[in-house]
């Protein structure tokens, strides 16, 4: 079981950067993949990046590559979303996400931090 606490959200200006956390509890983050997704107003939630156990593999969304970077801190049992040259279009709740098997659906959601990205 792992419980997951994102933080790090809120109103930003276009051009503006967040950093987005992850917390885990438990012994084991480092045995899960964490992804990062998001829910706009409206729209179904959509992958926007993962990051393998060790850190040493990531994927993200071709909206986000170049602006946004996922990393992982496994002594500290959290992930981060790095976010920058936000758009308008990046406003939404953003949710961590864990699992232990790449082909797998995620087992464990946190609660999600909202973004808001203004003119």
């Known amino acids: 079981q792992v419980h997951l606490v994102e933080s790090g959200g809120g109103l930003v200006q276009a051009g503006g950067s967040l950093n987005l956390s992850c917390v885990a509890s438990?012994?084991?983050?480092?045995?899960?993949?964490i992804g990062w997704f998001r829910q706009a107003p409206g729209k179904e939630r959509e992958f926007v990046a993962h990051?393998?156990?060790?850190?040493?593999?990531?994927k993200y969304v071709d909206s986000v590559k170049g602006r946004f970077t996922i990393s992982r801190d496994n002594a500290k049992n959290t992930a981060y979303l790095q976010m920058n040259s936000l758009k308008l279009e990046d406003t939404a709740v953003y949710y961590c996400?864990?699992?232990?098997?790449?082909?797998?659906?995620?087992?464990?959601w946190g609660q999600g931090t909202q973004v808001t990205v203004s003119s």
């Open positions: 438990g012994r084991t983050f480092s045995t899960y993949i």
């Open positions: 990051i393998t156990w060790a850190g040493d593999n990531t």
């Open positions: 996400a864990a699992k232990r098997v790449i082909p797998k659906e995620y087992d464990y």
